[in-house]
Protein backbone atom coordinates (compact mmCIF):
# COMPACT_ATOMS: atom_id res chain seq x y z
CA UNK A 1 0.00 0.00 0.00
CA UNK A 2 1.21 3.27 -0.33
CA UNK A 3 1.54 5.32 2.53
CA UNK A 4 2.83 8.58 3.77
CA UNK A 5 4.29 9.52 7.31
CA UNK A 6 4.19 12.94 8.41
CA UNK A 7 7.59 13.75 10.40
CA UNK A 8 10.99 12.55 10.61
CA UNK A 9 11.64 12.20 13.65
CA UNK A 10 12.50 9.04 15.94
CA UNK A 11 8.62 8.54 15.81
CA UNK A 12 8.53 8.80 12.28
CA UNK A 13 11.64 6.80 10.89
CA UNK A 14 10.54 3.74 13.27
CA UNK A 15 7.28 4.05 11.77
CA UNK A 16 8.32 4.52 8.08
CA UNK A 17 11.22 1.80 8.33
CA UNK A 18 8.99 -0.92 9.72
CA UNK A 19 6.66 -0.37 6.97
CA UNK A 20 9.15 -0.12 4.07
CA UNK A 21 10.34 -3.98 5.26
CA UNK A 22 6.88 -4.57 5.01
CA UNK A 23 7.10 -3.89 1.47
CA UNK A 24 5.14 -0.92 1.59
CA UNK A 25 5.44 2.13 -0.69
CA UNK A 26 6.60 4.42 1.87
CA UNK A 27 6.96 8.35 1.60
CA UNK A 28 8.22 10.53 4.66
CA UNK A 29 7.12 14.20 4.77
CA UNK A 30 8.54 17.18 6.54
CA UNK A 31 8.80 20.91 6.43
CA UNK A 32 11.64 22.04 4.48
CA UNK A 33 13.04 18.72 2.07
CA UNK A 34 16.81 20.17 1.28
CA UNK A 35 16.85 20.95 5.29
CA UNK A 36 16.41 17.64 6.19
CA UNK A 37 18.88 15.76 3.61
CA UNK A 38 21.25 19.11 4.44
CA UNK A 39 21.32 17.97 7.78
CA UNK A 40 24.50 15.62 9.20
CA UNK A 41 24.17 15.74 12.95
CA UNK A 42 22.82 12.78 14.26
CA UNK A 43 19.29 13.64 16.27
CA UNK A 44 18.22 13.17 19.90
CA UNK A 45 17.94 9.38 21.36
CA UNK A 46 21.08 8.26 18.92
CA UNK A 47 19.38 8.48 15.92
CA UNK A 48 21.10 9.29 13.13
CA UNK A 49 20.93 11.51 10.39
CA UNK A 50 17.93 11.62 8.37
CA UNK A 51 20.58 10.98 4.96
CA UNK A 52 22.38 8.60 6.84
CA UNK A 53 19.17 6.51 8.12
CA UNK A 54 17.92 7.01 4.20
CA UNK A 55 20.95 5.50 3.35
CA UNK A 56 20.19 2.43 5.41
CA UNK A 57 16.44 2.69 3.88
CA UNK A 58 17.11 2.84 0.35
CA UNK A 59 13.29 2.13 -0.45
CA UNK A 60 12.10 5.62 1.71
CA UNK A 61 11.32 8.05 -0.44
CA UNK A 62 11.55 11.63 0.96
CA UNK A 63 9.02 14.78 0.28
CA UNK A 64 7.46 17.64 1.63
CA UNK A 65 4.52 17.45 3.72
CA UNK A 66 2.00 17.94 0.67
CA UNK A 67 3.89 15.62 -1.25
CA UNK A 68 3.45 13.02 1.20
CA UNK A 69 -0.21 13.23 1.62
CA UNK A 70 -0.48 12.91 -2.06
CA UNK A 71 1.35 9.60 -2.21
CA UNK A 72 -0.34 7.66 0.36
CA UNK A 73 -3.75 6.24 0.37
CA UNK A 74 -3.50 6.67 4.13
CA UNK A 75 -1.76 9.04 6.06
CA UNK A 76 -0.17 8.73 9.72
CA UNK A 77 0.58 11.64 11.25
CA UNK A 78 4.01 11.22 13.24
CA UNK A 79 5.17 15.29 13.09
CA UNK A 80 6.01 17.27 16.58
CA UNK A 81 2.26 17.09 18.79
CA UNK A 82 2.70 21.40 19.08
CA UNK A 83 3.11 21.78 15.09
CA UNK A 84 0.54 19.23 13.78
CA UNK A 85 -1.85 21.29 12.95
CA UNK A 86 0.78 23.50 11.35
CA UNK A 87 2.01 20.57 9.40
CA UNK A 88 -1.29 19.29 7.66
CA UNK A 89 -2.51 22.72 6.16
CA UNK A 90 0.84 21.83 4.46
CA UNK A 91 -0.13 18.77 3.85
CA UNK A 92 -3.09 20.23 2.53
CA UNK A 93 -6.68 19.52 3.30
CA UNK A 94 -7.16 18.33 -0.31
CA UNK A 95 -4.26 15.96 -0.53
CA UNK A 96 -5.79 14.69 2.65
CA UNK A 97 -9.74 14.30 2.11
CA UNK A 98 -11.37 11.43 1.96
CA UNK A 99 -8.24 9.60 3.98
CA UNK A 100 -7.86 7.77 7.05
CA UNK A 101 -5.39 9.55 8.93
CA UNK A 102 -3.60 7.52 12.10
CA UNK A 103 -2.90 10.53 14.35
CA UNK A 104 0.15 8.84 17.02
CA UNK A 105 1.79 12.75 17.96
CA UNK A 106 1.18 13.76 21.34
CA UNK A 107 0.44 17.44 21.91
CA UNK A 108 3.19 18.21 24.41
CA UNK A 109 4.92 21.32 24.72
CA UNK A 110 8.25 21.40 26.38
CA UNK A 111 8.87 25.38 25.91
CA UNK A 112 7.95 25.73 30.07
CA UNK A 113 10.85 23.23 30.68
CA UNK A 114 10.59 20.10 32.18
CA UNK A 115 8.27 17.88 32.84
CA UNK A 116 6.35 18.85 29.52
CA UNK A 117 2.82 20.21 29.70
CA UNK A 118 -0.12 19.45 27.39
CA UNK A 119 -0.76 22.26 24.82
CA UNK A 120 -4.45 21.45 24.53
CA UNK A 121 -6.22 19.00 27.13
CA UNK A 122 -9.16 18.17 29.68
CA UNK A 123 -12.03 19.54 27.33
CA UNK A 124 -10.43 19.08 24.09
CA UNK A 125 -7.50 17.17 22.44
CA UNK A 126 -5.07 17.07 19.65
CA UNK A 127 -7.03 14.28 18.02
CA UNK A 128 -10.45 16.59 18.07
CA UNK A 129 -8.38 19.55 16.43
CA UNK A 130 -7.51 18.12 13.66
CA UNK A 131 -11.45 16.23 13.12
CA UNK A 132 -12.23 19.69 13.56
CA UNK A 133 -10.06 21.34 11.28
CA UNK A 134 -10.44 18.53 8.49
CA UNK A 135 -13.61 17.01 8.49
CA UNK A 136 -13.36 15.09 5.39
CA UNK A 137 -10.81 13.20 7.21
CA UNK A 138 -10.93 10.36 8.98
CA UNK A 139 -8.93 10.66 12.13
CA UNK A 140 -8.21 7.51 14.39
CA UNK A 141 -5.85 8.23 17.05
CA UNK A 142 -3.57 5.41 18.21
CA UNK A 143 -0.08 4.18 19.22
CA UNK A 144 0.22 7.93 20.97
CA UNK A 145 0.72 5.87 24.45
CA UNK A 146 4.30 3.90 24.21
CA UNK A 147 7.61 4.77 22.62
CA UNK A 148 8.08 4.36 19.37
CA UNK A 149 10.30 1.03 18.93
CA UNK A 150 7.32 -0.57 20.89
CA UNK A 151 4.72 0.87 18.57
CA UNK A 152 6.33 -1.50 15.52
CA UNK A 153 6.81 -4.34 18.08
CA UNK A 154 4.99 -4.87 20.63
CA UNK A 155 6.04 -8.36 21.19
CA UNK A 156 9.30 -7.54 22.43
CA UNK A 157 7.68 -7.09 25.80
CA UNK A 158 5.87 -9.47 27.68
CA UNK A 159 4.82 -11.48 24.20
CA UNK A 160 2.85 -8.75 23.43
CA UNK A 161 0.75 -8.90 26.71
CA UNK A 162 0.05 -5.43 26.83
CA UNK A 163 -2.80 -2.85 25.54
CA UNK A 164 -2.84 0.08 22.88
CA UNK A 165 -6.01 2.24 22.04
CA UNK A 166 -8.04 3.35 19.28
CA UNK A 167 -9.98 6.36 19.32
CA UNK A 168 -12.19 8.00 16.42
CA UNK A 169 -15.45 8.39 14.71
CA UNK A 170 -15.56 6.71 11.68
CA UNK A 171 -16.45 2.81 12.62
CA UNK A 172 -14.85 1.13 9.53
CA UNK A 173 -11.88 3.70 9.34
CA UNK A 174 -11.17 2.27 13.48
CA UNK A 175 -11.45 -0.93 12.37
CA UNK A 176 -9.35 -0.68 9.53
CA UNK A 177 -6.58 0.97 11.80
CA UNK A 178 -7.29 -2.49 14.32
CA UNK A 179 -6.68 -4.81 11.45
CA UNK A 180 -3.38 -2.82 10.92
CA UNK A 181 -2.25 -2.33 14.30
CA UNK A 182 -2.57 -6.62 14.17
CA UNK A 183 -1.41 -7.45 10.78
CA UNK A 184 1.61 -4.73 10.39
CA UNK A 185 3.03 -4.24 13.94
CA UNK A 186 1.63 -7.35 16.00
CA UNK A 187 -0.04 -5.76 18.54
CA UNK A 188 -3.12 -8.48 20.65
CA UNK A 189 -4.62 -6.17 22.70
CA UNK A 190 -6.47 -2.88 21.60
CA UNK A 191 -8.90 -1.20 22.88
CA UNK A 192 -11.96 1.07 21.25
CA UNK A 193 -11.75 4.09 23.72
CA UNK A 194 -15.02 5.78 21.63
CA UNK A 195 -15.11 8.43 19.67
CA UNK A 196 -12.49 11.15 18.82
CA UNK A 197 -13.46 12.67 22.09
CA UNK A 198 -11.55 10.18 24.32
CA UNK A 199 -8.29 10.87 22.54
CA UNK A 200 -8.42 13.12 25.49
CA UNK A 201 -7.94 10.29 27.52
CA UNK A 202 -4.92 8.59 25.27
CA UNK A 203 -3.20 12.55 25.55
CA UNK A 204 -3.75 12.80 29.20
CA UNK A 205 -2.17 9.63 30.01
CA UNK A 206 1.08 11.17 28.82
CA UNK A 207 2.04 12.78 32.07
CA UNK A 208 1.98 9.59 34.19
CA UNK A 209 3.83 7.75 31.06
CA UNK A 210 6.31 10.27 31.23
CA UNK A 211 6.47 10.00 35.26
CA UNK A 212 6.83 5.93 34.90
CA UNK A 213 9.68 6.50 32.48
CA UNK A 214 11.52 8.35 34.99
CA UNK A 215 10.79 5.90 37.94
CA UNK A 216 10.96 2.74 35.67
CA UNK A 217 14.31 4.27 34.20
CA UNK A 218 13.33 2.52 30.47
CA UNK A 219 10.92 3.79 28.27
CA UNK A 220 10.50 0.28 26.89
CA UNK A 221 7.22 -0.09 29.15
CA UNK A 222 3.47 0.20 28.57
CA UNK A 223 0.54 -1.14 30.25
CA UNK A 224 -2.39 -3.88 30.27
CA UNK A 225 -5.70 -3.54 31.66
CA UNK A 226 -6.28 -6.21 34.38
CA UNK A 227 -10.03 -7.44 34.85
CA UNK B 1 -4.73 3.99 64.81
CA UNK B 2 -6.57 6.85 65.33
CA UNK B 3 -7.80 7.51 61.64
CA UNK B 4 -10.07 10.61 60.36
CA UNK B 5 -11.58 9.95 56.91
CA UNK B 6 -12.96 13.21 55.06
CA UNK B 7 -16.21 12.64 53.32
CA UNK B 8 -19.03 9.99 53.40
CA UNK B 9 -19.23 9.27 50.04
CA UNK B 10 -18.73 5.38 48.65
CA UNK B 11 -15.07 6.40 49.07
CA UNK B 12 -14.95 7.38 52.47
CA UNK B 13 -17.48 4.79 53.55
CA UNK B 14 -15.25 1.65 51.60
CA UNK B 15 -12.33 3.15 53.35
CA UNK B 16 -13.65 3.62 56.08
CA UNK B 17 -15.49 0.10 56.84
CA UNK B 18 -11.97 -1.74 55.80
CA UNK B 19 -10.42 0.42 58.54
CA UNK B 20 -12.88 -0.23 61.00
CA UNK B 21 -12.89 -3.81 60.57
CA UNK B 22 -9.02 -3.58 60.83
CA UNK B 23 -9.47 -2.45 64.67
CA UNK B 24 -8.83 1.32 64.06
CA UNK B 25 -10.37 3.74 65.49
CA UNK B 26 -11.87 5.51 62.84
CA UNK B 27 -14.07 8.75 62.12
CA UNK B 28 -15.34 10.06 59.01
CA UNK B 29 -16.09 13.53 59.38
CA UNK B 30 -18.97 14.99 56.98
CA UNK B 31 -19.51 18.95 56.08
CA UNK B 32 -22.86 19.13 58.12
CA UNK B 33 -23.36 16.29 60.84
CA UNK B 34 -27.16 16.24 61.52
CA UNK B 35 -27.82 16.78 57.61
CA UNK B 36 -25.63 13.39 57.39
CA UNK B 37 -27.60 11.40 59.91
CA UNK B 38 -31.17 12.64 58.78
CA UNK B 39 -30.43 11.12 55.03
CA UNK B 40 -32.72 8.51 54.45
CA UNK B 41 -32.58 7.77 50.59
CA UNK B 42 -30.26 5.73 49.28
CA UNK B 43 -27.10 7.28 48.06
CA UNK B 44 -25.04 6.71 44.18
CA UNK B 45 -23.77 2.86 43.68
CA UNK B 46 -26.73 1.16 45.65
CA UNK B 47 -25.03 3.07 48.64
CA UNK B 48 -27.27 2.96 51.88
CA UNK B 49 -28.41 6.34 53.58
CA UNK B 50 -25.14 7.17 55.85
CA UNK B 51 -27.56 6.40 59.11
CA UNK B 52 -28.32 2.70 57.80
CA UNK B 53 -24.59 1.95 56.89
CA UNK B 54 -24.00 3.24 60.46
CA UNK B 55 -26.21 0.90 62.21
CA UNK B 56 -23.88 -1.83 60.18
CA UNK B 57 -20.77 0.14 60.98
CA UNK B 58 -21.03 0.52 64.73
CA UNK B 59 -17.54 0.90 65.66
CA UNK B 60 -17.40 4.51 63.35
CA UNK B 61 -18.14 7.71 64.48
CA UNK B 62 -19.23 10.62 62.72
CA UNK B 63 -17.92 14.21 63.11
CA UNK B 64 -17.47 17.46 61.59
CA UNK B 65 -14.28 18.00 59.00
CA UNK B 66 -13.06 19.78 61.95
CA UNK B 67 -13.79 16.83 65.02
CA UNK B 68 -12.94 14.29 62.51
CA UNK B 69 -8.83 15.98 61.62
CA UNK B 70 -8.71 16.37 65.11
CA UNK B 71 -9.62 12.78 66.13
CA UNK B 72 -6.48 11.21 63.58
CA UNK B 73 -3.24 10.88 64.15
CA UNK B 74 -3.58 10.70 60.32
CA UNK B 75 -5.91 12.33 58.19
CA UNK B 76 -7.31 10.39 54.47
CA UNK B 77 -9.15 12.82 52.26
CA UNK B 78 -12.08 11.43 50.51
CA UNK B 79 -14.36 14.14 49.83
CA UNK B 80 -15.60 15.24 46.09
CA UNK B 81 -12.24 16.51 44.68
CA UNK B 82 -13.83 19.87 43.88
CA UNK B 83 -14.47 20.52 47.40
CA UNK B 84 -11.69 19.14 48.81
CA UNK B 85 -10.01 22.46 49.26
CA UNK B 86 -13.05 23.77 51.31
CA UNK B 87 -13.53 20.58 53.29
CA UNK B 88 -9.81 21.16 54.62
CA UNK B 89 -10.20 24.16 55.45
CA UNK B 90 -13.28 23.45 57.62
CA UNK B 91 -10.95 20.68 58.80
CA UNK B 92 -8.57 23.57 59.63
CA UNK B 93 -4.93 23.73 59.01
CA UNK B 94 -4.01 23.44 63.12
CA UNK B 95 -5.77 19.79 63.11
CA UNK B 96 -3.90 19.04 60.15
CA UNK B 97 -0.28 19.95 61.11
CA UNK B 98 2.59 17.79 60.83
CA UNK B 99 0.23 14.87 60.00
CA UNK B 100 0.33 12.52 56.99
CA UNK B 101 -2.82 13.83 55.00
CA UNK B 102 -3.18 10.56 52.11
CA UNK B 103 -4.87 12.15 49.16
CA UNK B 104 -7.62 10.16 47.57
CA UNK B 105 -9.84 12.27 45.28
CA UNK B 106 -10.09 13.20 42.14
CA UNK B 107 -10.44 17.26 41.00
CA UNK B 108 -13.65 15.75 38.14
CA UNK B 109 -15.91 18.40 37.59
CA UNK B 110 -19.83 16.80 36.56
CA UNK B 111 -20.75 20.65 36.17
CA UNK B 112 -20.42 20.50 32.22
CA UNK B 113 -21.98 17.50 31.94
CA UNK B 114 -20.04 13.96 30.70
CA UNK B 115 -17.40 13.57 30.61
CA UNK B 116 -16.41 15.22 33.26
CA UNK B 117 -13.65 17.57 33.09
CA UNK B 118 -11.23 18.10 35.70
CA UNK B 119 -11.14 21.51 37.85
CA UNK B 120 -6.96 21.69 37.88
CA UNK B 121 -4.76 19.88 36.22
CA UNK B 122 -2.17 19.97 33.02
CA UNK B 123 0.74 22.72 34.89
CA UNK B 124 -0.56 22.05 38.55
CA UNK B 125 -2.98 19.07 40.41
CA UNK B 126 -5.41 18.97 43.43
CA UNK B 127 -2.59 17.33 45.20
CA UNK B 128 -0.12 20.30 44.69
CA UNK B 129 -2.69 22.89 45.65
CA UNK B 130 -3.42 20.65 49.05
CA UNK B 131 0.42 20.66 49.68
CA UNK B 132 0.58 24.98 48.92
CA UNK B 133 -2.78 25.53 51.21
CA UNK B 134 -1.41 23.42 54.24
CA UNK B 135 2.21 23.77 53.78
CA UNK B 136 2.84 21.60 57.48
CA UNK B 137 0.81 18.56 55.84
CA UNK B 138 2.28 15.86 54.48
CA UNK B 139 0.46 14.92 51.53
CA UNK B 140 0.65 11.68 49.83
CA UNK B 141 -1.39 11.29 46.87
CA UNK B 142 -2.27 7.79 46.14
CA UNK B 143 -5.32 4.98 45.54
CA UNK B 144 -7.31 8.06 43.28
CA UNK B 145 -6.48 5.79 39.95
CA UNK B 146 -8.77 2.95 40.74
CA UNK B 147 -12.52 1.96 41.95
CA UNK B 148 -13.17 2.44 45.72
CA UNK B 149 -13.50 -1.69 46.46
CA UNK B 150 -10.90 -1.91 44.77
CA UNK B 151 -8.39 0.41 46.89
CA UNK B 152 -9.48 -2.06 49.95
CA UNK B 153 -9.57 -5.32 48.31
CA UNK B 154 -6.99 -5.30 45.40
CA UNK B 155 -6.35 -9.09 45.81
CA UNK B 156 -10.03 -9.21 44.35
CA UNK B 157 -8.51 -8.68 40.60
CA UNK B 158 -5.98 -11.12 39.09
CA UNK B 159 -4.45 -11.92 42.53
CA UNK B 160 -3.38 -8.41 43.10
CA UNK B 161 -1.22 -8.65 39.86
CA UNK B 162 -1.69 -4.56 39.02
CA UNK B 163 -0.76 -1.30 40.06
CA UNK B 164 -1.17 1.69 42.51
CA UNK B 165 0.75 4.99 42.67
CA UNK B 166 2.26 7.04 45.33
CA UNK B 167 3.41 11.10 44.90
CA UNK B 168 4.89 13.13 48.03
CA UNK B 169 7.14 15.72 48.70
CA UNK B 170 8.50 14.09 51.78
CA UNK B 171 10.10 10.57 51.63
CA UNK B 172 9.48 8.82 55.27
CA UNK B 173 5.67 10.15 54.38
CA UNK B 174 5.41 8.60 51.46
CA UNK B 175 7.26 5.17 52.76
CA UNK B 176 4.88 4.56 55.63
CA UNK B 177 2.22 4.92 53.36
CA UNK B 178 3.30 2.23 50.95
CA UNK B 179 3.56 -0.32 54.19
CA UNK B 180 0.18 0.97 54.96
CA UNK B 181 -1.01 0.00 51.37
CA UNK B 182 0.37 -3.32 51.79
CA UNK B 183 -0.54 -3.98 55.58
CA UNK B 184 -4.16 -2.48 55.40
CA UNK B 185 -5.37 -3.57 52.00
CA UNK B 186 -2.63 -5.78 50.60
CA UNK B 187 -1.77 -3.81 47.76
CA UNK B 188 1.71 -5.69 46.14
CA UNK B 189 2.31 -3.24 43.33
CA UNK B 190 2.98 0.68 44.66
CA UNK B 191 5.09 2.70 42.31
CA UNK B 192 6.82 5.86 43.39
CA UNK B 193 5.56 8.36 40.98
CA UNK B 194 7.81 11.23 42.57
CA UNK B 195 6.95 14.49 44.60
CA UNK B 196 3.55 15.77 44.79
CA UNK B 197 4.09 17.40 41.07
CA UNK B 198 3.34 14.18 40.10
CA UNK B 199 0.09 13.70 41.24
CA UNK B 200 -0.54 15.93 37.72
CA UNK B 201 -0.17 12.25 36.08
CA UNK B 202 -2.15 10.54 38.37
CA UNK B 203 -5.03 12.59 38.51
CA UNK B 204 -4.75 13.36 34.76
CA UNK B 205 -5.06 9.37 34.22
CA UNK B 206 -8.69 9.91 34.92
CA UNK B 207 -10.07 10.32 31.67
CA UNK B 208 -8.86 7.51 30.43
CA UNK B 209 -9.79 5.73 32.98
CA UNK B 210 -13.59 6.53 32.87
CA UNK B 211 -13.44 5.68 28.98
CA UNK B 212 -12.10 2.79 30.08
CA UNK B 213 -14.78 1.72 32.16
CA UNK B 214 -17.14 2.54 29.51
CA UNK B 215 -15.12 0.50 26.95
CA UNK B 216 -14.88 -2.35 29.58
CA UNK B 217 -18.27 -2.03 30.76
CA UNK B 218 -17.12 -2.20 34.51
CA UNK B 219 -15.14 -0.12 37.44
CA UNK B 220 -13.55 -3.09 38.66
CA UNK B 221 -10.53 -3.00 36.13
CA UNK B 222 -7.02 -1.72 36.86
CA UNK B 223 -3.86 -1.48 34.96
CA UNK B 224 -0.68 -3.30 35.52
CA UNK B 225 2.48 -1.95 34.10
CA UNK B 226 4.86 -4.52 31.98
CA UNK B 227 8.00 -4.00 31.61
Redesign the interface.
Known sequence: MKIGILGTGVVGQTITGKLAELGHEVMVGTRDVSKTIARTEPGPYGLPAFSVWQEQNPGVKLGSFADTARHGEIVINASNGVGTLDALTQAGASNLSGKILIDISNPLDFS?GM?P??SV???DSLGEQIQRAFPEVKVVKTLNTVTASLMVNPRQ??GG??VI?VSGNDAPAKAQVVSWLTSWFDWRHV????DI??A???E??L??????W???G?G????????
Open positions: QPTLCNNLAEHFIDLGTSRGAMYPIWLRLSALTIFNIQVVM
